[in-house]
């Protein structure tokens, strides 16, 4: 069964660091590309980041450009979501889900039940 | 404000059909960028419903159907029933973000 599980949420002071983690399972991990998404409380869609299967592509929401960093280990069959200076705006559901390319971003076939991310003093 | 722009709301009673309307710009769906669609029940994680513009991925009802033309794109229910009660988003790439783009959402409810 093909599975993506998110870990790592939690509540965390604005300006602070969080490090988000999903493990994949049931499809072989580095053949594709992997994004994250979130959805702030209420709210629709929002697009996060992105990254190839080879780490070599990789994109972001100008929202979250130059304070988070996606990463991923296929000997482990992780991704990650580093995220650094975090502003309550940044409060949400985060999901992460598998492209169904290998390179270039196309569409989100497969996706986790997601971690929440609460910023707040 | 959403790059893409859905209705906040449709409706329509069991068997009816509906259709939620998906409106970009030249820089996303008008650049010749496919449009794909996902449905997310209440308390769920997105599913894909329509990928490609018009493509249904396998498990998907035929009663769902998706189109695009110029700048937008439209997804079809047919054979409205309760449990097509949902969320739906339509989502593209967009060249002036340099990156992918969902519509702001549009609830769907089934009266």
């Known amino acids: 069964e093909v599975q993506l599980v998110e870990s790592g949420g939690g509540l965390v002071q604005p300006g602070r660091s969080l490090r988000l983690s999903c493990a994949a399972s049931g499809f072989t991990f580095d053949d594709y590309a992997m994004h994250w998404v979130r959805q702030a409380p209420g709210k629709g869609l929002e697009w996060v980041s992105g990254?190839?299967?080879?780490?070599?592509?990789?994109g972001y929401a100008d929202s979250v450009k130059g304070r988070f960093t996606i990463s991923r280990d296929n000997a482990k069959n992780s991704l990650y979501l580093q995220m650094n200076s975090l502003r309550p705006e940044d409060t949400a559901l985060y999901f992460c889900?598998?492209?169904?390319?290998?390179?270039?971003?196309?569409?989100?076939?497969?996706w986790g039940k997601g971690t929440t991310v609460t910023v707040s003093s | 404000q959403s790059v893409l722009t859905q209705p906040p709301s449709v409706s329509g009673a069991p068997g009816q059909r509906v259709t939620i309307s998906c409106t970009g710009a030249?820089?996303?769906?008008?650049?010749?960028?496919?449009v794909h669609w996902y449905q997310q029940l209440p308390g769920t994680a997105p599913k894909l419903l329509i990928h490609?513009?018009?493509n249904r991925p396998s498990g998907v009802p035929d009663r769902f159907s998706g189109s695009k033309s110029d700048t937008s794109a439209s997804l079809a229910i047919t054979g409205l029933q309760a449990e097509d009660e949902a969320d739906y988003y339509c989502?593209?790439?967009?060249?002036?973000?340099?990156?992918?783009?969902f519509g702001g959402g549009t609830k769907l409810t089934v009266l």
């Open positions: 030249s820089s996303n769906i008008g650049a010749g960028y496919d």
């Open positions: 490609g513009n018009s």
């Open positions: 989502q593209s790439y967009d060249s002036s973000l340099s990156g992918w783009v």
């Open positions: 889900a598998k492209d169904d390319s290998g390179y270039y971003f196309y569409y989100m076939d497969v």
């Open positions: 990254i190839s299967w080879n780490s070599a592509n990789t």
